[in-house]
Nanobody, 114 residues
Framework: QVQLVESGGGLVQAGGSLRLSCAAS???????MGWYRQAPGKQRELVAS???????NYADSVKGRFTISRDNGKNTMYLQMDHLKPEDTAVYYC?????????WGQGTQVTVSS
């Protein structure tokens, strides 16, 4: 079992920045971790993912604005979000794959005002 706890969401004006954190209860066996988001009335979508060795993948909509990283020693993943836009407003979830099982956090709200 892995528990994931997100933090760092909030309200920010367009053009601003936020940094999300995802703390995992353990790191052993976790390979890929990712950030997803879900806006009202829309499907959950991948924002960015990172493998244990640091390979990253981003949705086209956030490339150049968001940066994903992880600290395996601290069992924590981060999402630095810069140049935020109102369309980035959503609940952001972290997930982790461990031995072919996917775990999800409870989500953190990000609201970007215009």
């Amino acid at each position: 079992q892995v528990q994931l706890v997100e933090s760092g969401g909030g309200l920010v004006q367009a053009g601003g920045s936020l940094r999300l954190s995802c703390a995992a209860s353990r790191s052993f066996g976790i390979n890929t971790m990712g950030w997803y988001r879900q806006a009202p009335g829309k499907q959950r979508e991948l924002v960015a993912s990172i493998t244990r060795d640091g390979s990253t993948n981003y949705a086209d909509s956030v490339k150049g604005r968001f940066t994903i990283s992880r600290d395996n020693g601290k069992n924590t993943m981060y999402l630095q979000m810069d140049h935020l836009k109102p369309e980035d407003t959503a609940v952001y979830y972290c997930n982790a794959d461990r031995f072919s099982v996917t775990y999800w956090g409870q989500g953190t709200q990000v609201t970007v005002s215009s």
